[in-house]
């Protein structure tokens, strides 16, 4: 079974705090994906990597960078935290490109 | 605009009561529709991918199907442990981000004993 696991289940920030969100994914697989999910908006795309050390941005990639140094590991920054950045981070991975995508538990962030 | 649009955005069904949810598309050139289940405050589950018009895939008593416009998720006989959100995603074939999903805002289930 492919797993993907994600660093924190629940996480407490304060406003202006780097954050990182660490996602592991133990299949070997290219590609890495974060989403954003929020009530009434739906999963939205932060970034995504097709392979170490490459990133592509997403459809919400402000106030975000990530990290893939290694092809297992995919991370979320946030640079300073704001209060608009308080939802549910979802990590995905996918073996290729036109492959299914495999989700994390989530981290539920809040910026206080 | 939206490419992904599923409906309806809430269902409550007794349990045994059989229905189906709706996921319409617009995207040009389609490379595969995924279906999800989401329970809260968790990551989505996936469920199937279907690639061309006519395909099938069950699970259980999920069945999901596809035409040119839209695919239906079938739910045959529903438990209460089917509640959950089911979400619907669609792949272009073509474009410089081939690899990304597009993703529908999702239908709420709930099946009551």
């Known amino acids: 079974d492919v797993k993907v696991t994600q660093s924190s289940r629940y996480l407490v920030k304060r406003t202006g705090e780097k954050v990182f969100l660490e996602c592991v994914q133990d299949?070997?697989?290219?590609?890495m994906f974060w989403y954003r999910q929020d009530p009434g908006l739906g999963l939205r795309l932060i970034y995504f990597s097709y392979d170490v050390k490459m990133k592509e941005k997403g459809d919400i990639p402000e106030g975000y960078s990530v990290s893939r140094e290694k092809k297992e590991r995919f991370s979320l920054i946030l640079e300073s935290a704001s209060t608009n950045q308080t939802s549910m981070y979802l990590c995905a991975s996918s073996r290729q490109i036109y492959n299914e995508q495999f989700f994390g538990p989530g981290t539920r962030l809040t910026v206080l | 605009e939206d490419q992904v649009t599923q409906s309806p955005e809430a269902l409550r069904l007794q349990e045994g009561e059989s229905s189906s949810l709706n996921c319409s598309y617009t995207v040009s050139g389609l490379r595969g529709l995924f279906w999800y289940r989401q329970d809260p405050g968790k990551g989505p589950e996936f469920l199937f991918t279907?690639?061309?018009a006519g395909e099938e895939k069950e699970k259980e008593r999920l069945k999901a199907t596809l035409t040119k416009k839209e695919s239906f998720l079938h739910i045959t006989a529903p438990k209460p442990e089917d509640s959950a959100t089911y979400l619907c995603?669609?792949?272009?074939?073509?474009?410089?981000?081939?690899?990304?999903?597009?993703f529908g805002r999702g239908t709420q289930l709930t099946v009551w004993p």
């Open positions: 299949m070997d697989h290219e590609n």
């Open positions: 995603a669609v792949r272009r074939k073509r474009g410089s981000t081939l690899g990304r999903l597009y």
């Open positions: 279907l690639y061309s």
